[in-house]
C-alpha cells in the first residue's frame, strides 16, 4: 500500500447507486487506501458524496463534487477549482459510461447522440482540461476506463457501446504519443465482463442475454468467461492503481485488458 501516497486523484463516475460498489466506487476507494487524496465527481452529488463518506470512514482523504461532464464549461470550472485548492492533479480516472441496447439498425438518434456524449465526450473534456495543468507539473497519468467491447463482439448489440469505446481507446493510445515526452502517461483499462450494478440496471440487457431476471443474465455472462465466472469491480480498480503509479511509470499507450481470458477465447 502507499503506491499513490501524496497524489490528488480525480474521479469522473465516481458515485454508485447506494452502498453498492461500481468500478468508479472501487477505484475512489482503492487509491484512498493506497494513499491519494481522491476528488469524487458525479452528475449525482449524493452518489459522489456517498463515495466520498466511504472513503472517510475507511481512514482515506476525499471530497465530493457534483458536475455533468458533458459540459465542457463545468469541467473546466472543476479542474481549475481542484488545481487552486492542491496546487496538481496526478491522476485522472475517466470513468463514466452508459450502455444502450441496440445495434445499428435498432438504435434512435437520440440514444446514438447520449452514449456519444456520455461515453467519449466527457473523457475528451476531462483530457482537454487536466492535460494543460500537468503539462505545468511535468507529470501525470490518465487512465481511460474503456471495455473489452472496444476490440471485440461482447455477445450483446450495442452499436453506441462499442463505437465510444473504441474510439476512446484509440484517442487514448494517440493522445499518450502526443504528450509523452512531456512526462503524461495515458493507457486505458479494457474491463470485459464485469458484475457491476450498472450491467444489472441496463434497460434491454437481460433480454439479451435470453435471460427472465439479472442472476440468470449472470449465470449466462459468466459461461462467456473461461474462468467461468465474472470479474469484479475491484479487478478494474487495481488495474487503475496500478496505471496511476509510479510502478507503471513506463507503461504507457496500452490496452490493458481485464476480462478473465475472454479476449483470447475462441467461441
Same mark, same amino acid.
Not at 441496440?102 to 492535460?131: C, F, H, P
Not at 450491467?199 to 462467456?224: C, F, H, I, L, P
Given at each position: 500500500?502507499?503506491?499513490?501516497?501524496?497524489?490528488?486523484?480525480?474521479?469522473?463516475?465516481?458515485?454508485?447507486?447506494?452502498?453498492?460498489?461500481?468500478?468508479?466506487?472501487?477505484?475512489?476507494?482503492?487509491?484512498?487506501?493506497?494513499?491519494? !487524496?481522491?476528488?469524487? /465527481?458525479? &452528475? +449525482? @452529488? #449524493?452518489? $459522489? *458524496?456517498? !463515495?466520498?463518506?466511504? /472513503?472517510? &470512514? +475507511? @481512514? #482515506?482523504? $476525499? *471530497?465530493?463534487?457534483?458536475?455533468?461532464?458533458?459540459?465542457? @464549461?463545468?469541467?473546466?470550472?472543476?479542474?481549475?477549482?481542484?488545481?487552486?485548492?492542491? @496546487?496538481?492533479?496526478?491522476?485522472?480516472?475517466?470513468?463514466?459510461?452508459?450502455?444502450?441496447?441496440?445495434?445499428?439498425?435498432?438504435?434512435?438518434?437520440?440514444?446514438?447522440?447520449?452514449?456519444?456524449?456520455?461515453?467519449?465526450?466527457?473523457?475528451?473534456?476531462?483530457?482537454?482540461?487536466?492535460?494543460?495543468?500537468?503539462?505545468?507539473?511535468?507529470?501525470?497519468?490518465?487512465?481511460?476506463?474503456?471495455?473489452?467491447?472496444?476490440?471485440?463482439?461482447?455477445?450483446?448489440?450495442?452499436?453506441?457501446?462499442?463505437?465510444?469505446?473504441?474510439?476512446?481507446?484509440?484517442?487514448?493510445?494517440?493522445?499518450?504519443?502526443?504528450?509523452?515526452?512531456?512526462?503524461?502517461?495515458?493507457?486505458?483499462?479494457?474491463?470485459?465482463?464485469?458484475?457491476?450494478?450498472?450491467?444489472?440496471?441496463?434497460?434491454?440487457?437481460?433480454?439479451?442475454?435470453?435471460?427472465?431476471?439479472?442472476?440468470?443474465?449472470?449465470?449466462?455472462?459468466?459461461?462467456?468467461?473461461?474462468?467461468?465466472?465474472?470479474?469484479?469491480?475491484?479487478?478494474?480498480?487495481?488495474?487503475?492503481?496500478?496505471?496511476?503509479?509510479?510502478?507503471?511509470?513506463?507503461?504507457?499507450?496500452?490496452?490493458?485488458?481485464?476480462?478473465?481470458?475472454?479476449?483470447?477465447?475462441?467461441?
Amino acid at each position: 500500500m502507499g503506491d499513490l501516497e501524496g497524489k490528488i486523484a480525480v474521479v469522473l463516475g465516481a458515485g454508485t447507486v447506494g452502498d453498492e460498489i461500481g468500478n468508479g466506487r472501487a477505484t475512489a476507494l482503492l487509491m484512498a487506501q493506497h494513499g491519494a !487524496t481522491v476528488i469524487c /465527481v458525479d &452528475r +449525482d @452529488g #449524493g452518489l $459522489a *458524496e456517498r !463515495t466520498a463518506e466511504m /472513503v472517510s &470512514r +475507511d @481512514g #482515506g482523504r $476525499a *471530497e465530493s463534487l457534483a458536475i455533468d461532464a458533458t459540459d465542457e @464549461g463545468q469541467v473546466r470550472d472543476l479542474i481549475a477549482e481542484v488545481v487552486d485548492k492542491y @496546487g496538481r492533479i496526478d491522476v485522472l480516472d475517466n470513468n463514466i459510461g452508459i450502455a444502450v441496447v441496440g445495434g445499428v439498425t435498432q438504435l434512435s438518434e437520440s440514444d446514438w447522440d447520449r452514449v456519444i456524449a456520455t461515453n467519449l465526450k466527457t473523457a475528451i473534456n476531462g483530457m482537454k482540461y487536466v492535460i494543460p495543468a500537468m503539462l505545468e507539473q511535468g507529470s501525470g497519468s490518465i487512465i481511460n476506463v474503456s471495455s473489452l467491447a472496444a476490440i471485440r463482439w461482447s455477445g450483446v448489440p450495442y452499436a453506441a457501446y462499442y463505437s465510444t469505446k473504441a474510439a476512446l481507446s484509440h484517442l487514448s493510445r494517440t493522445t499518450a504519443v502526443e504528450h509523452a515526452a512531456a512526462g503524461i502517461r495515458v493507457n486505458s483499462v479494457l474491463p470485459g465482463l464485469i458484475k457491476t450494478p450498472m450491467v444489472a440496471n441496463t434497460t434491454g440487457m437481460t433480454d439479451a442475454y435470453g435471460s427472465s431476471d439479472v442472476e440468470s443474465m449472470w449465470e449466462e455472462r459468466s459461461k462467456q468467461v473461461p474462468m467461468k465466472r465474472m470479474g469484479e469491480p475491484w479487478d478494474v480498480a487495481e488495474a487503475v492503481v496500478f496505471l496511476a503509479s509510479d510502478r507503471s511509470k513506463f507503461v504507457n499507450g496500452v490496452d490493458l485488458v481485464v476480462d478473465g481470458g475472454m479476449s483470447v477465447k475462441v467461441n
